[in-house]
Structure formats: structure tokens, C-alpha cells
């Protein structure tokens, strides 16, 4: 238990976004997904997820950790499918921005949802890193209670709200992690994939990448990182990630581009080059074969919460 203390401690939160949403049309989307770790609370109505169509109702919440693509149904299991793409042009059609009074109305599906980032050494995306899958969270009403103060203070303009917006986003990560550890979830995830939090030379590698996301990320250059030779560094960073160094620099590339994208104007051009595309096609092949939607899409899009 102390070794998740000291995750728990290395942890930087951030909070990114919440909504009130109603479910204007029924809707299936075969393969959802977005970078951001993502918790929904059921209001009215019920969500289905993951192929075997797990049901999540009134009450309950869906975690979907960031860079997991999912089978979800908002309304019914029966309601027509479309792909993430099809969705995001046209978003509006199906999910809306809901009041108070109708996330209280029983004749109105509805959900709320927080999106946040959780970083270990503020490098690491954790939930990402434990490669676990989206789950439902049952009977947690601290949980609940979470998510509506945060949306309720985000819609406030009381002074302190962004200090309590992320004291409480702190506090729902934690939550989400004692859910986790209580309910012994995904314990071969964790034995496996949280050792590498452990090991100074690989935390001076994610370090590393992050500070130099645009510049030379090469295998001769981790290796310089973390002091060992370049024949080793791909296999002593797979031996303990389970993916090769490679893989994940072009995520955390692509992680950084669509928060580029969706928090500045830069051309699509400059923001490849930031990132450490000279190949502005190049980039955007990537991006979409990455992410199943071209870049100026996402750039539209933002969030599945901006409704």
C-alpha cells in the first residue's frame, strides 16, 4: 500500500472540463474514444459499454480512462450505430447541454461528466499507463457527490471556484484509485504495470520526452538519458512499460498536438512541427490513423462535452 501512497503523492491532477448532458437522440458509437480520462455519472436513462454491453443506470458511473476506444450506447443497446467520426459531425443531434431541471427530470436521459488528467511525475498519463479498460463504478455515493460539486462550482462564479474545482478534482482521482484497490479491480494491471514507477533512470526518460516533445527523441539519446547503452534502452523501457519507446513518444506526441489543437489557433502545419513532425502530411496520417479523425476534425470537435 505504501508504493500507491507514493503514486498517489507523485500524482499531478488536472482538471480540464465538466457538463450537464441530455440525450437528445438515442445513439451507438462503435468506437468512441479521446485522450482525456473521462467519468460519467447516470442521471436519468441508462449507458451500455464494451462488447459484452455492460449496463450502467441511474446512479452509477463509467470510468474510460484516457486513449481507450470503446463500444458506448447512450439510451438504448438498440439505438443506431455510427462510427467516433460520423458522431463528432454531428454531435449535436444526439447529446445537449442539459439544465438543472431537466438532469432532474425523470422523463430526460441524462448524464454528468468531469474530465480531468492525472500525470505521474508529470510525465506519465497513470490511468493510460496501467493499461486497464473502461469500467463501471457501482454504489459509490461520495463519488456522485464529486462530480455534481464540481460541475455545480464550475457553474458558479463565486469567488474560490477554481480552487475548489481542483481540490475536489484531487479528491476524485484518489476516489477513483481507493475504488480500484477496495474492489481489487485489474490486480494483474496493477502488479505489472505500476512497478515501473519505480525506477529513477525511466522516470528521467518520460522527464525527458515531456521537456522535449518537438526535438531529438531518439533511442542514442534516451539511452544518454537514463545511462545505458542504445542497444539496451528499447528493450530495458519495453522490459518495463510493455511498449516500445517509440510507440509511446508518438503518443505523448500526439497527446500534446490535440491539446494544441483544441487550446490554440496554430495551423495545423506549425502544431506538426511542434510536436517533431518536419512532414506536415506525414503528421496528419499519423494523426488520423491514430486517432480515426483528421486533425482539423478534433480541432471542431474539442470534446464529446462541448455540446
Do not use: W
Not at 508504493?3 to 462503435?30: C, F, H, M, P, W
Not at 425523470?106 to 500525470?119: G, I, L
Not at 510525465?123 to 463501471?136: H, R
Not at 502530411?281 to 483528421?294: L, Q, V
Amino acid at each position: 500500500m505504501e508504493d500507491y501512497n507514493k503514486i498517489i503523492e507523485s500524482l499531478g491532477v488536472r482538471y480540464l472540463k465538466s457538463r450537464n448532458i441530455k440525450i437528445a437522440k438515442q445513439v451507438t458509437i462503435d468506437n468512441f474514444y479521446d485522450v482525456e480520462n473521462t467519468i460519467i455519472l447516470v442521471n436519468n436513462g441508462d449507458i451500455y459499454f464494451g462488447s459484452e454491453k455492460e449496463k450502467v443506470t441511474e446512479g452509477d458511473m463509467l470510468f474510460i480512462p484516457g486513449g481507450k476506444s470503446l463500444s458506448i450506447s447512450f439510451g438504448s443497446l438498440s439505438a443506431p450505430t455510427i462510427s467516433n467520426e460520423e458522431f463528432i459531425s454531428n454531435k449535436k443531434k444526439y447529446l445537449q447541454n442539459a439544465t438543472d431541471s431537466e438532469i432532474n427530470d425523470f422523463d430526460v436521459d441524462s448524464f454528468s461528466q468531469v474530465m480531468f488528467e492525472a500525470k505521474v511525475f508529470d510525465s506519465v498519463n497513470y490511468f493510460s499507463s496501467l493499461n486497464i479498460p473502461p469500467f463501471a463504478i457501482r454504489s459509490s455515493s461520495l463519488l456522485a457527490e464529486l462530480i455534481r460539486l464540481i460541475i455545480a462550482e464550475d457553474d458558479s462564479t463565486r469567488p474560490g471556484k477554481n480552487r475548489i474545482i481542483k481540490v475536489n478534482t484531487e479528491y476524485l482521482v484518489v476516489e477513483i484509485i481507493r475504488y480500484i484497490l477496495d474492489n481489487r479491480l485489474f490486480v494483474e494491471q496493477l502488479v505489472t504495470n505500476s512497478t515501473y514507477f519505480k525506477d529513477p533512470r525511466l522516470i528521467d526518460i518520460f522527464a525527458h520526452i515531456k521537456e522535449n516533445i518537438g526535438g531529438d527523441l531518439s533511442n542514442k539519446m534516451l539511452a544518454r538519458v537514463a545511462n545505458v547503452s542504445e542497444d539496451y534502452v528499447g528493450q530495458y523501457f519495453k522490459m518495463l512499460t510493455g511498449i516500445n519507446p517509440q510507440d509511446y513518444i508518438e503518443y505523448q506526441r500526439m497527446e500534446a498536438a490535440v491539446d494544441l489543437l483544441r487550446t490554440t489557433k496554430k495551423s495545423i502545419r506549425d502544431i506538426g512541427k511542434e510536436v517533431g513532425y518536419k512532414d506536415t502530411a506525414y503528421f496528419c496520417r499519423r494523426f488520423k490513423m491514430m486517432f480515426g479523425i483528421p486533425a482539423g476534425k478534433m480541432r471542431r470537435r474539442e470534446s464529446l462535452i462541448n455540446v
